[in-house]
């Protein structure tokens, strides 16, 4: 056994190396110079072809389908008016229907009105999908994308706008940007998402192809995370691992799970802390055990850390109602009255707000609440 762990350690670990160089070498990283602008059509904005130096860039990606996308256009124009002396914002239109002609992208924009107030172009063919997003690595991670391109011509932040967009871009306006800082950043995250695949699939499948067992993975899967956290010790709190670990200590030590819980929702890994996965455990086996409060209380934890992210960023596309819900479910179980009836009511008054909200949620939601005081 301890030879088959040192093998799996040693796979792991040389899998993730050899990624990590493949990584390096291969795509378009932070600090590199910015791929070349391919533009098919300008709507908005005065033209450019390429990056001037001592200018700064924001490129941000869009469709005319992607709620993200519109949801954040109003805090990208807030933002080229605050910098308007500094850096110049260009939205990028990509990723298309087939049936979204041009003319309807041109009036799209014009009925953005001032919540898109930076420049517009369409993308020419498939070069900017290739050049900046398959070869930087974003492409997986959907649109909206965001990169900003120094003064100096380089890639000097790139990911979604809502993941410290504001502060990078206010330091590299003022110079307190520290580039080999954010490069060393992003290759950790690359590393932490990949050791997160990597172990998954270990825990889940047996060399054979087979599931692991239930009895494998409480005897073996915990130890063999251990070791490898010994050489990376964020992995213990990525979001698949963090399931996992999670899931086992539900079922076997409650006390444990609470106390690996509250860490999991405060350890930012290769994305923000992975609360939604302590949500959605509880969600999965307060089906078949009985959970302690303590659980649930993580859990109402959990569903705050996620309404604060969503309330700071696009809440109008984040369904907040459903996690208000939620939480004044979990209050009920754990016989706070008077918060589950708090936190219902202001799922009802955010449902309420919803334009086009479901009739069916509202009269679910109501009744719950009558049911609440009644009792």
Known sequence: MQLYFRLLI?????????????????????????????????????????????????????????????????????????????????GIDIFETKTTTLDKIKSFVDSMGGHMDYSVAVADSNYMEHDWL???????????????????????????????????????????????????????????????????????????????????????????????????????YTPRIAYQIFSFLLKTNMKMAYEYGKKVIETTTYEKPAGFIIIGAIEDFSKEITLMQEIYKLGIEAIQVELNEALSCFPEIRNIYKRYYKMSEWYWLINNKSKAIETLERAIETLKREKDFSEIDLTEFESRLREYKRI
């Open 134 to 236: 398959s070869a930087t690595g974003e492409i997986n991670m959907g649109i909206p994308r965001a990169f900003i391109v120094d003064r100096d011509g380089r890639l000097a932040w790139m990911g979604h706008p809502c993941d410290n967009f504001e502060d990078a871009l206010f330091k590299i306006v003022n110079n307190t940007w520290d580039i080999s800082e954010a490069l060393a950043k992003r290759n950790l995250e690359f590393r932490l998402r990949k050791l997160d695949d990597s172990l998954t699939e270990v825990l889940e499948f047996a060399p054979n192809g087979n599931f692991r067992s239930d009895s494998w993975k409480k005897d073996s899967a915990l130890v063999l995370i251990d070791e490898i956290a010994k050489t990376e010790p964020l992995v213990k």
């Open 10 to 90: 040693t796979f792991c670990l040389i899998n993730i190396v050899a990624y990590t160089q493949k990584f390096s070498n291969s795509l378009v990283n932070i600090g590199d110079p910015a791929p070349p602008l391919r533009v098919q059509h300008w709507i908005k904005g005065t033209p450019f072809n390429e990056f001037e130096k001592e200018k700064i860039y924001v490129v941000e990606f869009w469709a005319t389908w992607c709620r993200p996308c519109k949801a954040g256009m109003p805090l990208l124009s807030a933002l080229a008016r605050k910098y308007r002396d500094n850096v110049i914002v260009l």
